[in-house]
């Protein structure tokens, strides 16, 4: 099926790339009801890659329903939370061990570089599940002392429960395909909930292969299920399914907000990781040549298609020229070609649909009056490649300043002091992350307070970690994933209360 055929890629990930792939419900591997597939392109050819399931509405009540009986009567919840924790490490232990094949597989499905999917995707997905999994033994409620004025004279033992939230539906995006799969299932296993997930269309190829390990890792039947399909069709089919209790949802605002509605039928909890249009800061007192590779790192890396990107780039207006020769000096650097070249730095795009969105992007702002000091264009009419773009003469009413572009678009604005930056800065309707950059430790501290965002970074942008929580402010969503506050989201608290005498 593929007609890739590079000696150096990984054998193992080029046979599964040619194989036929199907759903995983209940433990097997099973079509689609309608039969039907669809393809997955390689983003630097264009070319059809591999073909997955098309899951749908009935794929989706049957994995739904799995989820449940595995829940409800299977040997998933019987388990104890240090069975439970080792089976979650020993997902670790295989990904790990099939390290080469999953990076391969998704760099040449979402387009990023094979280096980068070894240091880092695969990284943070081990270490995930690793995290998560010592958290099952760690699931803890209260004893409480409480009082009943209306009942003198009673005591009773009070205490609360941390039980599985549920049945929970997993929507999740195509810029980190394998590390969003892990984000949200590495830390329901570990509250010992059950999981239908729905990975993207553009991108399912690792998160299938994930569901062989799930099954060699022990995982009794229907614990996770994965259905690959299309979002209008197999995403809002699980949105809207009374029988799960919880939707975890990544991807863009829009989507966020029909999930949000969807989920009104039997008020399940929702918790929403959506789009972001982080404001990044050099002040006047930052270490420049830190600064500024920094800052090109924060918006070019994975291709710009990060939703905490570092797009709105301000600068003091006494060093903006400078600092703005810098970046577009940094992007001119950038070597733009194919995910498995090594000498590659900035893939293509994900989707022929996401190269037309951010080229309409770079036109709208050329047209409302921005500059390209560099970039600007498609590269090439094979593939999906965008040129590292440095937009100026920009301003806050700009649809490139305003809206979420996921591409290697950066917009440089100037500031003239503190509190008009402050405002600035928080002028968005999102609020996932910040950047500073700055030599002054109180200015850190007093300006990462200021930033009305999930996450600030100081002197550094794009750090991550399994045990650091990540979420957004306002349109940026719901929640946080990661750290202790992801157990939060996939749990509930019960109290219970004895009398005693
Ligand atoms: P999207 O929000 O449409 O897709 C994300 C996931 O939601 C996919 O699995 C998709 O199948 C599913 N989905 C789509 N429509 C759905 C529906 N009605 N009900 C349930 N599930 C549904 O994002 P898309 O179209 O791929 O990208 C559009 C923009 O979204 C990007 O340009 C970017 O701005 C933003 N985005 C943000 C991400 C983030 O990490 N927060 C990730 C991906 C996209
Ligand atoms: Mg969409």
């Not at 999102?430 to 300006?447: D, R």
């Not at 600030?456 to 045990?467: E, H, K, L, P, S």
């Amino acid at each position: 099926m593929t007609t890739i055929a590079l000696p150096h890629l990984n054998e193992r990930a080029l046979r599964f790339i040619g194989r036929s792939h199907k759903l995983f419900i209940n433990g097997k591997w099973v079509e689609a009801a309608s039969r039907l597939t669809f393809p997955t392109y390689n983003p630097a050819t264009g070319e059809v890659l591999s073909q997955a399931a098309e899951g749908d509405k009935a794929d989706v009540d049957a994995a739904v329903k799995a989820a449940r009986e595995a829940l409800d009567h299977g040997p998933w919840p019987k388990l104890t939370a240090s069975e439970r924790g080792r089976m979650i490490w020993k997902l670790a232990d295989l990904l790990e061990e099939n390290l080469e094949e999953f990076a391969t597989l998704e760099s040449l499905d979402n387009g990023k570089q094979l280096g980068v999917a070894r240091a880092a995707d695969l990284p943070l997905a081990i270490d995930m599940f690793r995290y998560m999994a010592g958290w099952t033994t760690k699931i803890e409620g209260n004893t409480i002392p409480i009082s009943v004025p209306y009942t003198p004279g009673a005591r009773y033992h009070a205490y609360t429960l941390r039980e599985p939230v549920g049945v929970v539906g997993q929507i999740i995006p195509w810029n980190f395909p394998l590390l969003m799969a892990a984000w949200k299932i590495a830390p329901a296993l570990a509250a010992g909930c059950t999981i239908v997930l729905k990975p993207a269309e553009q991108t399912p190829l690792t998160s299938i292969r994930l569901g062989e390990l799930i099954q060699e890792a022990g995982f009794p039947p229907g614990v996770v299920n994965i259905v690959t399909g299309f979002g209008e069709t197999a995403g809002a089919a699980l949105a809207a399914h009374p029988l799960v209790d919880k939707i975890a949802f990544t991807g863009s605002t829009e989507v966020g907000k029909l999930i949000v509605q969807a989920a009104t039928g039997n008020l399940k909890k929702v918790t929403l990781e959506l789009g972001g249009k982080s404001p990044n800061i050099i002040m006047k007192d930052a270490d420049l040549e830190v600064a500024i590779p920094g800052a090109a790192s924060a918006i070019f890396f994975n291709h710009g298609q990060c939703c905490c990107a570092g797009s709105r780039f301000y600068v003091h207006k006494s060093q903006f020229d400078k600092v703005v020769e810098g970046i577009t000096n940094e992007a001119k650097k950038i070597c733009v070609g194919p995910g498995w070249e090594p000498a590659s730095q900035l893939g293509p795009l994900v989707s022929e649909e996401q190269l037309n969105r951010v080229k309409g992007y770079i036109d709208a702002g050329l047209v409302e009056g921005a500059c390209a000091l560099t970039g600007g264009k498609q590269i090439g009419e094979k593939g999906y490649f965008v040129e590292p773009t440095v937009l100026v003469n920009t301003n806050k009413n700009m649809k490139v300043v305003r809206e979420e572009i996921f591409g290697p678009v950066v917009a440089a604005m100037p500031y003239s002091d503190i509190d008009e930056l402050v405002d600035q800065a928080n002028d968005s309707s999102y609020g996932l992350a910040a950047g500073i950059w700055t030599t002054n430790v109180s200015k850190a501290h007093e300006l990462a307070a200021a930033m009305r965002a999930g996450t600030v970074w100081v002197n550094c942008y794009n750090i991550f970690d399994a045990a650091l929580p990540f979420g957004g402010y306002k349109e940026s969503g719901w929640g946080r994933e990661m750290g202790h506050n992801a157990i939060d989201a996939y749990t509930e608290t019960k109290a219970v209360c004895l009398k005693v005498a």
